[in-house]
């Protein structure tokens, strides 16, 4: 696999990491703060339920901070051991496209890299569109053997049996 791959993925993977760090970081320091300051000025009893409250929320914060850090290594491991090393154990690769539209105005849009293998586990990784469309381009040329692409037939072939998939090109657009 070309190093512009590894790299592209290594960054997603890092970006992710990061925001997963710096959401747990911010609710845990807000959670702190509501609790420090915050239930100063309230009665015992009401004090004590925002308390819990916001005790909860820090964990909350706390946990993704936590994930965020010791999941960072095996993660990237894993998900490059399987695209780079074991590219006959990838059956199916797609991505999704979310997009949030309140009120008619685009808000939000959310990019997710799909890779699923033989053994039915799933990887996905979260990235920005242009650099996932270029990281599917490269990766049809790395794992010919693996399909391309999200359709509802395809969909059922995995479920009933990946292998279903392999050199599958007779479908594909």
Not at 16 to 21: A, M, S, T
Not at 31 to 40: E, M, N
Not at 133 to 141: A, E, P, T
Not at 160 to 167: C, G, K, S, T, V
Request: with cysteine; glycine share 4%.
């Amino acid at each position: 696999m070309d190093r512009e791959e590894v790299r592209i993925i290594q960054k997603n993977l890092r970006r992710n990491r990061n925001l997963k760090v710096s959401c747990g970081l911010a609710l845990l320091c807000f959670a702190v703060y509501v609790i420090g300051f915050g239930t100063t000025s309230l009665p015992e009893r009401t004090a004590i339920v925002v308390a819990v409250l916001f005790m909860l929320l820090g964990l909350v914060g706390l946990y993704f901070i936590l994930h965020g850090v010791l999941r960072y290594d095996s993660q990237r491991n894993y998900i490059l051991k399987h695209v780079i090393r074991e590219r006959d154990a990838v059956a199916w690769v797609y991505y999704e496209s979310i997009q949030h539209f309140p009120f008619g105005v685009r808000f939000l849009q959310i990019d997710i890299l799909h890779i699923r293998l033989i053994n039915r586990e799933h990887i996905s990784i979260m990235m920005r569109e242009p650099e996932l469309l270029y990281l599917i381009q490269m990766l049809r040329k790395q794992i010919p053997s693996a399909t391309f692409g999200y359709s509802v037939y395809k969909e059922q072939l995995y479920n009933i049996n990946p292998d279903l998939l392999i050199n599958m090109k007779e479908h594909e657009k």
